[in-house]
């Protein structure tokens, strides 16, 4: 699933590509998405200029002229690419492009997602605070409001363990499977255990290295395994750099020892039994 890296390099290229051009025209695929695009979506965009591409949490924000925003999640499998051609797919399945929208530039803006778990959904953008799926999100990772003092204040009495509260996203918003597993071995902090019982060190540890893995996924454009591609087309290029994830067997990089995998909230969580306590 995409998580915040990939949504903001993906957000961050389509606001340098695409901010200014005008929505001509476009289509729905006939195969439903997760949530049913409204029958009237190219109609209501259809002549609105696109003022800017913003984000939350693994959202992506859309906001056009006329106070509207199309407000686009990935899902498991989904990507949007910004396409010059009519026959440039960048080796996307065509039959899996389920909205295209066409700009005054002649250029397209093509939602392609295999598994159908994306959602696209138009609103209005006063309204956008109270929406179902942004109003209860934590704190950006990468903005002022998520920090130690912070953290520990939402590990305090909980029970659960410290991965599901990195990705639980009323608590922290936009840390998926794969950046949690990468943050905990930055951090020396073993996945399994309980977020009440981490000390100060280990919390202030947490909250510094998230924003540094993060920040390092963003300049490599994501983690790309199967189908995620930015809005150029191209893989993101953090997959090699990961020092735990879905390197079950393999020595860790830092002790030699084999990196174990272990389930964790129905997740496959990776981490190294030395290193991280």
């Not at 961050?12 to 695929?29: E, P, Q």
């Not at 295209?100 to 309204?127: C, H, I, K, Q, Y």
């Not at 902090?189 to 977020?195: A, E, F, G, K, Y």
């Amino acid at each position: 699933m995409p998580e915040l890296p990939e949504v903001e390099s993906l957000r961050s290229l389509l606001d340098h590509s695409v901010a200014g051009r005008t929505i001509v025209g476009g289509r729905i695929g006939k195969k439903p998405l997760r949530r049913q695009v409204t029958r009237d979506f190219i109609a209501d965009i259809k002549g609105r200029r696109i003022e800017r591409v913003a984000r939350r949490a693994k959202y992506l924000l859309i906001e056009l002229s006329g106070g509207l925003v199309i407000v686009a999640h990935l899902g498991m499998s989904g990507s949007i690419t910004h396409r010059a051609g009519i026959t440039d797919s960048f080796g996307l399945a065509p039959q899996h492009d389920h909205a295209e929208f066409a700009l005054d530039d002649g250029t397209r803006l093509v939602f392609n997602d295999p598994r159908r778990f994306g959602t696209l959904r138009l609103v209005d953008r006063a309204s956008l605070s109270t929406l179902k799926e942004l109003g209860g999100l934590g704190p950006e990772p990468l903005g002022g409001g998520f920090n130690a003092d912070y953290l520990a204040d939402k590990a305090r009495g909980r029970k659960i363990a410290i991965k599901n509260l990195l990705m639980d996203q009323r608590v922290v918003a936009g840390i998926g499977n794969i950046y949690a597993s990468e943050i905990l071995f930055r951090a020396a902090v073993r996945p399994t255990r309980r977020s009440a019982r981490l000390n100060r060190a280990e919390i202030e540890r947490i909250a510094r290295v998230v924003p540094e893995v993060l920040g390092e996924a963003i300049e490599d454009r994501g983690t790309t395994f199967r189908n995620y591609l930015d809005s150029r087309g191209e893989p993101g290029r953090f997959a090699a750099k990961l020092l735990v994830y879905d390197r079950q067997g393999e020595p860790c990089v830092k002790c030699g020892s084999p990196i174990r995998r272990v389930v964790v909230g129905q997740r496959a969580s990776f981490y190294c039994p030395k290193c991280q306590r």
